[in-house]
């Protein structure tokens, strides 16, 4: 399959749903949550966990209700943008924002900063342990997906609009029943990021137009569908496809000795992609 080097599988068959993620093995473990079974986003909480992005708490839990913060989004995104791993930043030398000095995420956010991804408040602070709204994380998701905030209206009194018309036309807010006013939890916010990575990332594309006297350029935006963010960050794909043999049953053999595979493997027929 093209460029196929890690694949995250959600394979069905007629009688079972098998999930399937073959991907580099990560610090944190879903089935070590001490909390786990507490998870209502499931199936993106234990890919993110598996791509490197989140982990759980010190005490064992995930903390599905915990409140993210702005500067736990920040770093969670620079990791997204890192392919799973955590961005070699260096000392902070200078501070943006008056109260991130010393903050623990003063490198993610000076990173998410320079990328146009974050923003302060106006008055020098980014309020790093405030709570991070929808709407808030959905700009950075945007942005890291390639929108321009400056293009998108994602600055102004009306940001937050601006910012939801795209979220919703880009399915962030897919299978999440939440305020975008209001903090998101990391339940939610593991869903947010997981419906991200399934987006397609997008750019731009400049034309000069001058009227007589000045030459400017105008942007068009090119959303391309068939690259998601996670092909382009992570060297990944999510495939479908039919489940034909596991270790349970072969539907591919018609004798009934050594139908069955050896644990652990899979014959996997992929319907969403041509290429094979």
Known sequence: MRNLKRALSLAL???????????????ASYDDFSDKDEIVNKEAVQMLVELGVINGK??????????????EMAKMICVVLNGGKDPSLGTTVTNTYTDTV???????????????????????????????????AAKMLLVAMGYKSEVEGFTGANWSIAVNV?????????DLSISVDEGLTRDDAAQMIYNALDAGVVSYEYTLVSDGSTISSSPTLIDDNDKTLLEDKFNAVKVEGVVLANEHANLESSSE?????DSGKTTLLVTNYDDQ
């Open 13 to 27: 068959a007629s009688v079972m749903v098998i999930g399937m993620m073959v991907v580099g093995a990560s610090a």
């Open 58 to 71: 010190d005490d064992g839990s995930y903390d599905p209700t915990g409140i993210v913060t702005r500067a």
């Open 102 to 136: 010393n903050h623990w995420a003063s490198g993610y956010i000076e990173y998410c900063t320079q990328l146009g991804i974050v923003a302060g408040d106006g008055a020098g602070k980014f309020n790093p342990d405030a709570t991070v709204t929808g709407s808030e």
């Open 166 to 174: 795209r979220a919703n036309q880009k399915e962030l807010y897919s």
């Open 257 to 261: 000795k050594g139908a069955s595979l």
